[in-house]
């Protein structure tokens, strides 16, 4: 809803597409399974996207802030939001987060305080390889050791030779295509979308926050704005959200026969290729949302030079 009174009412056929996206996406059941707050994250960050689209930079530091309170990984906007130089919005941001904190405290004892920022932050910053992160640090510690797809743990050096530029580039790549002058809603979300790929630790419930950008892009589709191509990018991240999950738990489960000869690596190649599902969906709809804006930025680009020939 808070989305729509932005980018105005969907038709019919748009809602009942984006409806059977949610009711299929498996991070969203297995958040609300799991009672974890990330549809309160989606909410704040959908907030604040809104908000930042209506110049409200205030309300909507206060939601970025109070969405860093409850999960830390939003505070990876904060490049993007200086970049832009929205001071304001990042003064809202550290403001909240501050009160947010002084209220953690109230609640909780010192001690429960000290033991997160002690021992559990650190743990949660060195990542870790087991199957269920679905983050940049997450897969590259697989790729350089596999067994912790399994046991857990970081790959150490390699991993993190891996992880970090991936992630300067991650950001990069955001930066590049912000426009200080406009504010569109595809970039902010396209910041939104990095998210699980920059946090040390993205479970797979945490991509929930995808379904902002992925109903914008629904949105496009409908109005004829994406191309054939691109609808195929979706139809295939969707498969990555839906089917690839539950294909990888049967995998897990009732393991593929053992084949003879170079076949032989054919099952754990197969069953670890379903085990990135939600990691290559994730960078299916940080690809499609980059393209979009782009296309977006030509096509605005494409009428203001038709404005000044007329």
């Not at 909240?96 to 429960?112: E, K, M, Y």
Request: glycine share 10%; proline share 5%; net charge positive.
């Amino acid at each position: 809803l808070i989305m729509y009174a932005v980018i105005g009412r969907p038709r019919r056929g748009e809602l009942l597409c984006l409806a059977a996206v949610m009711t299929t996406f498996f991070p969203l059941s297995s958040s609300v399974l799991t009672g974890s707050m990330n549809s309160l994250l989606l909410l704040l960050l959908t907030g604040a996207w809104a908000s930042w689209q209506r110049r409200k930079d205030v309300v909507s530091g206060v939601l970025v802030g109070a969405a860093a309170v409850f999960k830390l990984f939003p505070l990876a906007l904060l490049p993007y939001l200086a970049w832009r130089r929205h001071w304001k919005l990042l003064g809202a941001v550290g403001v909240t987060g501050l009160a947010g904190l002084a209220l953690c405290l109230a609640v909780t004892s010192l001690d429960h305080n000290l033991y997160y920022f002690r021992d559990m932050l650190p743990h949660l910053a060195a990542g870790t390889g087991y199957r269920e992160n679905q983050s940049l640090a997450g897969f590259t510690a697989r790729l350089c050791q596999p067994s912790t797809a399994d046991a857990g743990g970081g790959a150490g050096w390699c991993g993190r030779a891996l992880d970090w530029p991936l992630v300067l580039l991650l950001l990069g790549i955001v930066i590049r295509a912000t426009s200080r002058p406009v504010r569109s809603g595809l970039e902010f979300a396209l910041a939104v979308s990095t998210l699980p790929l920059i946090s040390s630790v993205t479970w797979s419930f945490h991509l929930v926050v995808l379904i902002l950008p992925i109903a914008l892009l629904i949105r496009r589709a409908f109005r004829g704005a994406l191309s054939r191509r691109a609808g195929r990018f979706l139809l295939v991240a969707w498969l990555c959200f839906s089917v690839g999950p539950a294909l990888h738990y049967l995998l897990i489960y009732h393991p593929l026969p053992q084949l003879p000869g170079i076949l032989e690596l054919l099952p754990m190649v197969v069953t670890r290729l379903f085990g990135e599902a939600y990691f290559i969906g994730t960078l299916i709809i940080v690809a499609s949302v980059w393209v979009a804006l782009r296309n977006e930025r030509r096509l605005e680009a494409a009428v203001g030079d038709l404005g000044l020939a007329a």
